[in-house]
């Protein structure tokens, strides 16, 4: 009897650690979104701002269920989860402000990076298209005789509606891959309603057709989402094959820092799904005595200061010289057309 | 013994396999039933579980290919007809071929196009793509033309650590035959003279080029020494064996059997009418199908592309002139 109420403490100890530990990760990446806005907004950043307000939960509790050796394609908005899967806050400054010591150096921006041989692919703008890839390094995983590792792939509504998305689903069927594919239904497409974007009740019926396991949240309870994902995550890596993770939320910006989302639906906003999912995860973090007000006020100025000290550092990198760019695509260098000899040599 | 250009391809892929596990092959029916075409005939048997049937989905086939690369495999994608390739294009050069790029993570993959036209086949089962995927910078794109280049450039396109476009002729698959495989190869990337001659330069690729060297036998019983060269791979492409070979003839005709616009014909017209503009003493002149999709009847089809015939005529005029 002891043991079985110590270990539901020792449960519930593990949860809250997560929460909390989720929870930061969520400020952290709401603090980075401002500051890249704000940046923004200063002329300071070339090309477009994507931000992930009101997608944090979701998007943290993937990158936390993720392990060290997993794959995981994050899509636009998923700030959280790439830190929570352990990109520094500076790989995204740098992205942004184009530092040639960034992992994209200047010759991709903003949420267009990764380091792929870590497991951690860099998107293509072409939506759905990462998900035969992260099928494709589970196929290569399955070759080399490693077990235990999942893939994950992040999409929106969307994408559903892309070839990419059905053929990459189906040959993760077929192929009974540990595919974990989460779908943020934030409710519109840029500026397309979800009306004009699928005719199903349910985005889960699209697994359905495939025999993929489909799992349903509520995107703005962080609570549910670290339950939900984590339990695809497990079921992925226990053999369950694909499992797909669709989440109801809204987008609380606009699709780009251009884009003042005027089209939004002002009921979706002041409905359950328009919440913010970091104030109902405070709300509820101060319900359960897991952290008072004190605490988050200090969890936002740690996160603040990381922001900042990340940016300092950053703002002093040099950016790409194009005197010094090799203009070489290719890995074999003897056989690129463009190749301008060896002055830049950053490996 | 012989080899035929398809045997070779199948060879290439046996040897691939056998000397690199990380080489597997994906594609549709490529598995026990040993691809339409029969070029991975009893591989699957020979290498189990790394020969893998592929759902007809183009576009997941090469962005695996792309996945498995990336956590260091070898993959050998084969489209079951270069046309088929069109849902697989996003993923080509849009993924593949930024990768190294963008990331500086090689993209070592291998995507076998069946190419170009035989009677009969029409408009979606013939076609030669390899100036489209040559256009998109992060790819090297192959055109084997001989049964030793097929096997050995494409044991070259597995092991380089870019995605290589490989475009093998099917009207070579069953006709062209060798005494052996090759046990050594020219570099890739270099052209290559396929017949020495002094009065008209004949640059192709592909199966054009036995139309090519069928002209220049035909022109020398008539007093012409027509020189041929094999691309062998359009990109890169090896300008300077073209430009020397137009330093020695004067004369230049392209032949492709793609369609004429801003094609491999154009490009190597361009470069050198801008590189060796002094070399030429007349126009450079060029020869491809008619601009229009590629015709099912054996009537229309031989007139579509160039042929031994309108290649000749074209040699012709250029020798008159």
């Known amino acids: 009897m002891l043991q079985t109420v110590e270990s539901r403490e020792s449960v519930g100890s593990t949860l809250r650690d997560e929460y909390l530990k989720a929870f930061r990760f969520m400020i952290l990446s709401r603090v980075l979104d401002e500051k890249l806005a704000s940046l923004y907004r200063g002329g300071k950043i070339h090309g477009g701002v994507f931000l992930g307000k009101g997608q944090e939960a979701l998007s943290v509790a993937l990158g936390l269920a993720l392990h060290k050796g997993d794959v995981y394609a994050p899509l636009i908005r998923d700030g959280a989860g790439r830190l929570a899967f352990g990109e520094p806050v500076v790989d995204a400054l740098r992205t942004y402000l184009g530092s040639a010591l960034g992992p994209m150096r200047g010759r991709d921006g903003n949420v267009h990076r990764g380091r792929p041989r870590e497991g951690y692919l860099a998107m293509i703008s072409h939506l759905g298209a990462m998900i035969s890839v992260v099928n494709g390094t589970l196929m290569a995983k399955r070759f080399k005789k490693i077990t235990g590792a999942v893939g994950a792939a992040c999409i929106g509504e969307g994408a559903t509606s892309t070839g990419a998305f059905h053929e990459a689903i189906n040959q993760a069927a077929v192929e009974k891959l540990p595919l974990v594919l989460v779908i943020a239904n934030n409710h519109y497409a840029y500026s397309t309603p979800s009306s004009r974007q699928f005719a199903c009740s349910n985005l889960t019926n699209k697994a359905a057709g495939y025999g993929v396991t489909a799992h349903h949240i509520d995107g703005t309870d962080l609570l549910a989402c670290l339950n939900t994902v984590s339990t695809a995550v497990k079921q992925a890596r226990e053999g369950g094959g694909p499992q797909m993770v669709v989440a109801k939320l809204l987008r609380l910006c606009g699709h780009g820092e251009h884009d003042d989302a005027h089209y939004i639906d002002p009921r979706l906003k002041h409905s359950p799904v328009g919440r913010d999912c970091i104030k109902v995860a405070e709300e509820y973090l101060l319900q359960q005595t897991w952290a008072d007000a004190a605490a988050i006020q200090h969890m936002r100025q740690d996160a603040v200061q990381k922001v900042d000290d990340a940016l300092t550092i950053v703002q002093r990198e040099p950016t790409p010289d194009p005197y010094r760019e090799n203009w070489c695509a290719l890995a074999s260098r003897h056989l690129s057309e463009g190749f301008e000899g060896p002055a830049n040599e950053i490996q | ?321």
Not at chain 2, 170 to 191: D, I, N, Q, R, W
Not at chain 2, 195 to 218: F, K, N
Not at chain 2, 250 to 260: I, K, N, Y
């Open chain 2, 1 to 321: 013994m012989s080899i035929t250009y398809l045997e070779a391809i199948r060879e290439a892929q046996a040897k691939a396999l056998a000397d690199d596990p990380r080489v597997f092959i994906y594609g549709q029916d490529v598995g026990a039933f040993g691809g339409a075409f029969k070029a991975t005939k009893n591989l699957a048997q020979e290498f189990p579980g790394r020969v893998i049937d592929s759902p007809i989905s183009e576009d997941a086939m090469v962005g695996a290919a792309i996945g498995a690369a990336i956590e260091g495999m070898r993959p050998i994608v084969e489209m079951q007809f270069a046309d088929f390739s069109t849902p697989g294009f996003n993923q080509i050069i849009n993924h593949a071929a930024t990768l190294y790029w963008r990331t500086q993570t090689p993209c070592p993959i291998t995507i076998r196009l069946p190419s170009g036209g035989t009677s009969g086949s029409g408009p979606f089962h013939s076609q030669s793509m390899e100036a489209i995927y040559a256009h998109y910078p992060g790819v090297i794109v192959m055109t084997p033309a001989t049964v030793e280049d097929a096997y050995s450039m494409l044991l070259e396109a597995v092991a380089i650590d870019d995605p290589v476009i490989f475009c093998e002729h099917k009207y070579l698959y069953y006709h062209l035959k060798a005494e052996k495989l090759p046990t050594e190869a020219m570099p890739v990337g270099k052209a290559r003279i396929a017949r020495a001659g002094r009065d008209l330069t004949i640059v192709a690729y592909s199966a054009m080029l036995h139309e090519a060297l069928a002209v220049a036998e035909e022109l020398s019983t008539e007093g012409n020494e027509i020189e041929v060269v094999d691309l062998r791979t359009i990109k890169p492409l090896d300008t300077d064996t073209v430009m020397a070979s137009v330093a020695r003839t004067g004369r230049l005709l392209c032949v492709g059997e793609a369609w004429p616009w801003g094609g491999v014909t154009a490009e190597v017209i361009a470069r050198v009418a801008t590189e060796g503009f002094g070399l030429l003493d007349v126009p450079p002149q060029r020869l491809n199908a008619k601009d229009t999709p590629i015709p099912y009847h054996p009537n229309l089809w031989s007139t579509h592309r160039p042929t031994a015939r309108s290649i000749a005529a074209a040699a012709r005029n250029l020798l008159r002139s």
